[in-house]
């Protein structure tokens, strides 16, 4: 069964430091991974998606890594601004026919002071 | 726009009563799904549809139900049977021809008291 962990659970950083989210699965067969945002009360925002292929990807000021053999994804936020505080998701589908379950961990909570 | 709407955005209800979530999405996609999210838990599947007129249990189907009969929708049901039904229950529709990225709704926040 994947298990998929984020830590820590909540971060706090003053406005303008670049830092690292992480992601950690337990199983590496894996189709893709996706990160996402979520603000409170709400939906979640897609951000990066990985394909097993890909080693990075990047949009703006996130970058996403993926490392399969080692079960780790990591989002790095460049700069971070007030804007980016959010709820951060990771989500790993296990392979691409019929129905897969998706995995989500539990987030990491990020603030970031001005 | 292209997106999912999920209504309504609040809800409120006594127990007992059966209550229907409404999720739309003008995706085009084929695959939907509806997630419940608790405070400190990762999303957990009710349901899932990959194709209009079908449908499978997830995680924690019971006391719940859903309908597909029509690619856009995809509404869930929340019973009476269903013990702790307060949550933030979200939509979700995903992308299988090109990339499989999933896409979520607004999210609804149902209340029963």
């Known amino acids: 069964k994947q298990e998929v962990t984020q830590i820590p659970a909540a971060l706090s950083v003053p406005e303008g430091e670049n830092l690292v989210l992480n992601c950690s699965f337990t199983d590496s067969a894996i189709y893709n991974l996706q990160w996402f945002r979520q603000d409170p009360g709400k939906g979640l925002t897609s951000l990066l998606l990985?394909?097993?292929?890909?080693r990075e990807q990047t949009s703006g000021r996130l970058n996403a890594s993926l490392d399969k053999s080692s079960g780790r994804s990591t989002l790095y936020i460049a700069a971070s601004q007030p804007g980016d505080s959010a709820t951060y998701l990771c989500?790993?589908?296990?392979?691409?026919?019929?129905?897969?379950?998706?995995?989500f961990g539990t987030g990491t909570k990020l603030q970031v002071i001005p | 726009d292209g997106g999912i709407t999920q209504s309504p955005k609040y809800l409120f209800r006594k127990e007992g009563q059966n209550v229907t979530l409404s999720c739309e999405q003008n995706l085009n996609h084929d695959a939907m799904y509806w997630y419940r999210q608790d405070p400190g838990q990762g999303l957990r599947l009710i349901y899932y549809?990959?194709?209009?007129?079908?449908?499978q249990k997830g995680d924690i189907a019971e006391g719940y139900s859903v309908s597909r009969e029509k690619k856009e929708s995809f509404p869930l049901t929340v019973t009476s049977a269903q013990k702790n039904p307060t949550a933030f229950y979200l939509c979700?529709?995903?992308?299988?021809?090109?990339?499989?990225?999933?896409?979520f709704g607004p999210g609804t926040r149902l209340t029963v008291t």
């Open positions: 989500a790993v589908r296990p392979s691409a026919g019929g129905y897969q379950k998706v995995t």
């Open positions: 549809s990959q194709i209009v007129n079908d449908f």
């Open positions: 979700a529709s995903r992308d299988r021809v090109s990339s499989y990225e999933q896409y």
């Open positions: 990985i394909q097993s292929s890909q």
